[in-house]
């Protein structure tokens, strides 16, 4: 293939520089192509030429869906889609699931397909549970891969830990649960610590993103685990298939207990429906918990126009997609069911379903979500050096450098976290004061 000596980062910044340049000289045609290449420094290798090209064309073929010049962007759009691969470097895979969402967009917008985006929604809460467990190996190797995953979540289960250290019963309330590793290191936590613990209790709030089933699976698992911990434990599952049954009932709360609230990347899906996240937020206020840790995709999927959305989501993917290059071999099965199955699928819904069709999902950044919280009531804590140490530490057991792009940025009291600099990852810690 020949030699690559630009990064992912610097690929996508200098296509960005000659995009602006080039964007307002017409719509071009497929001499336009050509004219592009002797922009090129000399000094790039054949290989960085090609992929700066490549994202060129994809960064083009946005602007000109984006207003609506059709003609001319089926010429870039299929440039990108014969030159990419899912098989590839990471920009190439990020232009081939970009430019795939780009054509579903096109055909959409020119009328060749009308009804993909609803079978889509009608399927999908069905689907979302079979993708779920079907991916669910390629998720855990993706997840222990990379470091800024790992690093955010030995830093929420400390800021728990810190918070329930002189508690005898602790009632840990998970609003999604996904793999349940957080909770393994929780239990390892608390079972080493020097006061004794006398019970446990896990509930594992499902609002429908996984079968109860699955959902009891896990807690199985961590029955299992906590035997071998020695740590008096019990697990249970609260089905939530429609928000207006949330209640504290659902908890099966014990006056003893101290309870802590764990939310990973599950607000975001409640925000955006009506009324949703403000019944959760009263409802966990009744049952008092000391502390609420809240982790979400450092992402802002609010914009106005389509152009603003797709560089929004283009950096956030290209970050993601350039971890997943350094971290795990080319070929890595698990790496590509994560990219082709789970990310493919979230790119393409955030870039081409409208109103109801799209999936329910809305990314903000962490002052977005300070804003909602403190309407709410809610008090932002300072998380801990303490915390910030354990994700120091757990990134750097990544060899090979690795560990070094994972970076960590206080923002006020909370925390980014990020590969190489571009967010990925935003967590705070927030109190809840009686009226």
Request: hydrophobic fraction near 40%.
């Amino acid at each position: 293939m020949g030699f690559r000596a630009l990064s992912t980062e610097d690929v996508i910044r200098f296509a960005m520089t000659k995009y602006l340049q080039f964007s307002c000289q017409g719509c071009g045609d497929l001499s336009w192509l050509n004219r592009f290449c002797g922009s090129v420094p000399n000094k790039f290798s054949e290989v960085d030429t090609k992929e700066v090209e490549l994202m060129y064309f994809l960064l083009v073929s946005a602007e000109k869906i984006g207003s609506l010049q059709f003609d001319c962007a089926s010429i870039f759009l299929n440039h990108c889609l014969n030159f990419s691969s899912k098989n590839g470097t990471s920009l190439q895979r990020i232009v081939h699931y970009f430019g795939k969402a780009l054509r579903e967009k096109f055909d959409r917008e020119t009328g060749r397909i009308t009804s993909r985006g609803v079978k889509l929604k009608e399927t999908m809460p069905l689907q979302r549970q079979e993708i779920m467990v079907s991916l669910r190996p390629a998720l855990i190797a993706c997840y222990q891969e990379l470091p800024f995953y790992p690093a955010t979540q030995f830093a929420e289960m400390q800021a728990i830990i810190e918070r329930v250290a002189s508690a005898k019963r602790v009632h840990f309330i998970d609003l999604e649960i996904r793999l349940g590793s957080q909770c393994t290191v929780l239990m390892q936590a608390l079972a080493q610590r020097e006061l004794p613990l006398e019970h446990l209790t896990i509930t594992a709030v499902n609002f429908g993103t996984m079968s109860k089933q699955d959902t009891e699976e896990i807690g199985k698992s961590l029955v299992h685990f906590a035997e071998t911990l020695n740590l008096p434990f019990s697990f249970k599952v609260a089905m939530v298939t429609d928000n207006k049954d949330l209640n504290q009932d659902l908890f099966e709360l014990n006056d003893a207990e101290v309870i802590a609230v764990h939310a990973s990347i599950i607000l975001s899906h409640i925000v955006g429906q009506p009324h949703c996240l403000e019944s959760l937020i009263r409802v966990l206020r009744k049952i008092n918990p000391c502390v609420m840790v809240v982790t979400e995709v450092e992402a802002n999927y609010n914009v106005s126009s389509f152009e603003e959305l797709f560089f929004e989501v283009l950096f956030y993917y290209s970050a993601l997609f350039d971890s997943l290059e350094v971290c795990m071999s080319q070929n890595d099965p698990n790496r590509m069911m994560f990219e082709e199955t789970f990310l493919g699928p979230r790119l393409l819904s955030v870039m081409v379903n409208e109103g109801e069709e799209k999936i329910n999902v809305k990314h903000m950044k962490i002052g977005a979500w300070r804003d909602i919280f403190k309407k709410f009531g809610l008090v932002e804590a300072e998380l801990s050096m303490s915390s910030l140490n354990h994700a120091e530490l757990v990134k750097k057991r990544f060899a090979g450098g690795i560990g070094d792009s994972c970076t960590l940025v206080r923002d006020g009291k909370g925390l980014i976290v990020g590969w190489k600099g571009s967010p990925q990852l935003a967590l705070s810690v927030w109190k809840f004061h009686q009226d």
